[in-house]
């Protein structure tokens, strides 16, 4: 605190105390003197919504302080900021919609109930004249809604491109450093307490898609509906392809791509790609997250941090906790979202272009290359270079064939990958993956 006074005394509703919420009560009381001194604040939860009160945790809270029902924190005058991590798009949506209604500003970390119900809820936000924070929904514990709120606010973004989701580069980064399967990387990455209750949100590529959506929101002022995303998970990413990948110089990541064409269409996308292994975003392992953001006027800025996890995560809420503080004791500065356009158009996936990795499982005989470059030389799809490697031919008469393509369309590669699977030549579902020239 810097002039002297007392502390202003905000208590604090808490939905849900699972691994962010336990870490939010206990790095709040770990650094209290330190948030006060900063924010002239003396933050306290005053009550907490949990579903199973009996079940084991790994904070220790005053059994008074717990209720089993989310509407007594909303009834509760004496809280003014309510923190939502219950997950979900449905409960989490009645109880953010009720806190807004009774004044309480909203903190919350859901990235799904954001990206698929956030323009009611901002609405909602504006006609209650009450802010709602979500630093905690991208990223983890990286700052980087702030950055894209302030720090970047006099940009243009021309382009993000981002790891966001922990779980998945743990499982690259696992199976690629250390070979492991598929299935143990995941029970490990579930073990740290990065993966989401449900992993088939992590792994479909959802999770990515829905921290995309709210940044490309945020970045180009409009809502981009959820079915405008092309969403793809690591979950048909094989060891095969990782191995691959690396021989050829590159490192496959599960990237978010939102992108601002000149037409001003604007492409969201999250796929596992290649990454070039040059490129910073090639070594960001575990589960860590790293998001580049290309501004008009700034250029290139790096934001690397941890982007899952009890600590990390909290870091974020807390810092919504802060701004909230900030906003109950000197004004509100905004309203926690800048979806200052009311228009603006995503662009179809198919018309999307990039290079682009093929693998091919193909019969051992002449003529099989020809056949290929064929279907793509009809659909004017120019190769780059091909690989046979002859330490993987198969006795079994077959041998892997990659192909690397040149800029195409997302449209006319699908065309191109169908009609080669259909080659008497190739024995198995192709394998294609963008490549992410990052440039
Ligand atoms: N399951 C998410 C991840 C947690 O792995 O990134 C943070 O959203």
Redesign the pocket.
């Known amino acids: 605190m810097t002039n002297g006074s007392s502390p202003r005394p905000i208590r604090i509703g808490l939905a849900g105390l699972g691994n962010v919420g336990a870490g939010v009560y206990k790095n709040l009381l770990k650094n209290a003197s330190l948030i006060e001194q900063r924010t002239g604040a003396a933050l306290t939860i005053g009550k907490i919504a949990v579903r199973s009160p009996g079940k084991a945790r790994d904070v220790e809270v005053p059994a008074e302080m717990i209720t089993t029902d989310w509407r007594a924190l909303i009834s509760d005058d004496s809280l003014a900021i309510i923190v939502e991590l219950i997950g979900g798009t449905g409960e989490a949506f009645d109880l953010v919609s009720a806190a807004l209604k009774a004044k309480k500003i909203v903190v919350t970390g859901n990235?799904a109930l954001l990206a698929e119900r956030g323009k009611e809820l901002f609405a909602l936000a504006e006609e209650c004249g009450v802010p709602i924070y979500f630093e905690a929904a991208v990223a983890?514990g990286i700052p980087i809604i702030q950055a894209l709120q302030e720090g970047l606010v006099a940009n243009h973004i021309k382009s993000i491109h981002g790891i966001i989701?922990?779980?998945c580069n743990y499982i690259l980064s696992r199976m690629s450093q250390a070979g492991l399967s598929y299935d143990s990387a995941l029970q490990e990455a579930q073990d740290k307490g990065?993966?989401?209750a449900d992993p088939y949100l992590?792994v479909s590529g959802w999770?990515a898609a829905h921290k995309a959506i709210i940044l490309a929101s945020l970045s180009y002022g409009f809502w981009i509906p959820p079915q405008d995303v092309h969403v793809e998970g690591i979950d048909g990413v094989s060891i095969e392809d990782i191995q691959f990948a690396k021989r050829l110089g590159y490192t496959i990541k599960l990237l978010a791509v939102i992108r601002a064409d000149e037409q001003g269409l604007i492409e969201v996308r999250t796929q596992p790609s290649l990454v070039p292994n040059n490129h910073v975003l090639a070594s960001v392992n575990g589960s860590f997250n790293a998001v580049v953001v290309n501004g008009d006027i700034v250029g290139e800025t790096l934001f690397y941090g941890r982007?899952?996890g009890q600590d990390p995560?909290s870091s974020s809420v807390i810092s919504d906790l802060c701004d909230a503080a900030a906003s109950l004791i000197y004004g509100f500065r905004h309203s926690g979202f800048v979806p200052i356009g009311l228009y603006g158009k995503s662009k179809p996936i198919d018309d999307t272009v990039s290079h682009y990795y093929l693998r091919l499982l193909v019969t051992d005989e002449p003529g099989v290359l020809a056949q290929v470059a064929s279907v793509l030389g009809a659909r004017s799809i120019g190769i780059s270079s091909v690989i046979q490697p002859e330490d993987l031919e198969s006795t079994s008469g077959t041998t892997s064939l990659v192909l690397m393509i040149h800029d195409a369309t997302m449209g006319q590669m699908k065309e191109a990958v169908q009609a080669i699977q259909a080659l008497g030549s190739v024995r198995e579902k192709p394998s294609c993956l963008r490549v992410e020239t990052l440039g």
Do not use: I, L, S, V
């Open positions: 990235k983890g989701n922990g779980t990065f993966a989401e992590d999770d982007g899952a995560t």
